[in-house]
């Protein structure tokens, strides 16, 4: 049987990076995704998402990058109201990243990288906090023994790890997330995708690599996760590139670097597991089992 379709969009807002965190541009960079996501819903028709018998199955999904909104959307204020209206309004499912919090066992705060999925109510419907951190980007590895480091890094992040893999729900959809580095590791996607995801989105800020080779080489790596997994990708970068990754690598949209920009399309929302989300790297042990015994391997003479 044919696989349900869903329309989706990736927004590329093109922050500047000594903008995005500043306070006096909050707004106007909440404008600036609310506008492309406009935009975007435009391209969608009225099913958003269907299955072969024309039935809608789910709202059409837009994507935003990571940490899109520069605040605690979990905090009650006039910009987490913005950003629930864009669903409610535009009748969307939204995807986005953004900084949140939690207090441990011993109430202290601890920090997240993470990703809310609201639905076309501008309801909450889950969230996913990022679990391969970036060391001295995102967190000190090693504990006591490197903080010392940190008078020397003082931008070093001071954040949490997430602890599951799930898929964040929302109606038919499982979206498999992975935040910036997490996209390449296999295992990452591998691990969602046996938890039930039916197409992978990554939410990445590439701004740091500047007009380098670096955001090609990083794109390039959920072409891999798409291969793998045989999973639809959607791609939204902050300054690029965006993109959109069927499940044979092919790429159907693609954006340009630090352009304002919005990508469309439409994707199947798959099941069904590959050889190597079923075996992980088994490929890998046999191939080195396999070296290890050929030294050993000796042909018995005949005898005359």
């Known amino acids: 049987d044919?696989?349900?379709?869903?329309?989706?969009?990736?927004?590329?807002?093109?922050?500047?990076?000594?903008?995005?965190?500043?306070?006096?541009?909050?707004?106007?960079?909440?404008?600036?995704y609310a506008g492309l996501s406009s935009k975007a819903a435009e391209g969608f028709d009225d099913s958003g998402a269907s299955s072969d018998n024309g039935v809608k199955v789910?709202?059409?999904l837009v994507v935003w990058p990571e940490t899109a909104t520069p605040f605690y959307f979990q905090v009650p204020s006039p910009l987490s109201k913005k950003v629930r209206s864009v669903a409610r309004d535009l009748d969307i499912v939204l995807l986005f990243g953004s900084p949140a919090y939690r207090f441990n066992g011993a109430g202290k705060a601890e920090y997240l990288n993470s990703v809310y999925v609201l639905d076309s109510d501008g309801a909450v419907a889950g969230r996913y906090d990022k679990r391969h951190l970036v060391p001295f980007g995102e967190y000190l590895p090693w504990g006591w023994v490197t903080s010392w480091a940190r008078d020397l890094i003082p931008a070093v992040g001071q954040f949490s790890a997430g602890i599951t893999s799930r898929p964040l729900s929302c109606g038919d959809l499982r979206i498999g997330v992975?935040?910036?580095?997490e996209s390449i590791f296999p295992s990452l996607s591998r691990e969602t995708v046996l938890e039930?995801?039916?197409?992978?989105?990554?939410?990445?800020?590439?701004?740091?690599?500047?007009?380098?080779?670096a955001p090609y080489q990083?794109?390039?790596?959920?072409?891999?996760?798409?291969?793998?997994?045989?999973?639809?990708?959607?791609?939204?970068?902050?300054t690029g590139?965006?993109?959109?990754?069927?499940?044979?690598?092919?790429?159907?949209?693609k954006t340009s670097l630090f352009e304002p920009d919005h990508?469309?399309?439409?994707?199947h929302l798959r099941k069904g597991h590959t050889f190597y989300v079923k075996y992980g790297e088994i490929w890998l042990l046999l191939f080195c089992l396999f070296w290890a015994v050929v030294p050993f391997w000796r042909k018995v003479p005949k005898e005359v």
Do not use: Y
Not at 178 to 181: E, K, P, R, S, V
Not at 196 to 213: E, I
């Open 263 to 267: 990508i469309e399309g439409r994707i």
């Open 218 to 238: 990083h794109e390039i790596m959920s072409v891999f996760r798409a291969v793998e997994t045989r999973r639809w990708v959607v791609r939204a970068a902050n």
């Open 241 to 253: 590139i965006s993109s959109l990754i069927g499940p044979c690598g092919v790429r159907t949209a």
């Open 58 to 60: 789910s709202s059409g």
């Open 178 to 181: 992975l935040i910036c580095f």
């Open 2 to 32: 044919r696989l349900p379709e869903l329309a989706v969009a990736a927004i590329q807002g093109a922050i500047p990076q000594d903008r995005k965190w500043d306070p006096a541009f909050q707004v106007s960079t909440l404008n600036t």
């Open 196 to 213: 039930g995801a039916n197409f992978l989105a990554v939410l990445t800020n590439d701004a740091w690599f500047g007009r380098t080779g």
